[in-house]
């Protein structure tokens, strides 16, 4: 089976960094166009998710296969072992992949984890939402998500960001092949995160601002990989994962610590 020419963005040079983006989103979304990791001496490799921004499509989409591409983006550019940062669906890609190969990952940055069985995937949901992208485009999907159940103050930013980032796809089909797919596939077993060895952080939201990516699922996270920490914004704040300049520091600091 052939596989997706991925969409592949490359900038600066120092400490490789790799990052992945959730699903829906693309290459853009991680430290949403921070230059500070280019500027601060990493070579940052970002790249769009197979079907997700101008990623051709593909067949598959369940974590094996996104755990592969990422293996295959680190070879085609001769890098061996990288610091990764990924949110939601690259977080759980870059875990799988770090479980398959240890000696690849030198530091990882875990951005609003949301795989756990204690919270588990609304299938129901992830199929309306495919369904109402492939009926009407973007506000088809907006209608499908209904009310972001966020306070009030965050409502507009929230539907603001779900039109920017749905507008980049150039496969909008591909998109909800993914929704449908990348929630019933499971990324790794909770047990397993006891072999991650790699300097680990992981980046949690509040529940009040972020209820997709619950705090509990990244603090159980950072109980089960052994010197994990965990970073959370203030309360009442916006979130890190929101900031990229503030994510790209916390990426620059994980990164520095991983080379030491």
Do not use: C, K
């Amino acid at each position: 089976m052939s596989v997706p020419e991925l969409h592949v963005v490359e900038a600066g040079e120092g400490i490789p960094v790799v990052l992945l983006h959730g699903l829906t989103a693309t290459h853009h979304y991680v430290v949403m166009g921070s230059r500070t990791l280019e500027r601060s001496g990493h070579r940052v490799v970002a790249y769009d998710a197979r079907g997700h921004g101008s990623s051709a499509p593909a067949a598959r989409y369940d974590y094996g296969v996104l755990a592969e591409d990422l293996e295959r983006v680190l070879d085609e550019r001769g890098l061996d072992r990288v610091v990764l940062a990924g949110a939601s669906m690259g977080a759980h890609t870059l875990l799988r992949f770090a479980l398959a190969n240890p000696e690849r990952a030198a530091g990882l940055v875990v951005v609003t984890p949301a795989h756990h069985p204690d919270f588990p995937a609304g299938l129901e949901r992830w199929d309306a939402l495919a369904d109402g992208l492939r009926a009407n485009g973007v506000e088809g999907f907006v209608a499908a998500y209904g009310d972001p159940g966020v306070p009030g103050t965050w409502q507009e930013t929230v539907l603001t960001v779900l039109r920017q980032r749905l507008a980049r796809h150039e496969h909008p089909e591909a998109v909800a092949d993914a929704l449908e797919q990348v929630p019933r596939s499971t990324p790794f077993a909770l047990d397993d995160l006891a072999r991650i060895s790699a300097p680990t952080v992981v980046v949690a939201d509040r529940d009040e601002i972020d209820p997709g990516h619950p705090l509990e699922v990244g603090r159980d996270y950072v109980r089960r990989i052994a010197g994990a920490r965990l970073i959370v914004e203030e309360p009442g704040r916006s979130p890190i994962a929101w900031q990229g300049g503030q994510l790209s520091r916390v990426i620059a600091d994980l990164a520095a610590e991983a080379t030491a």
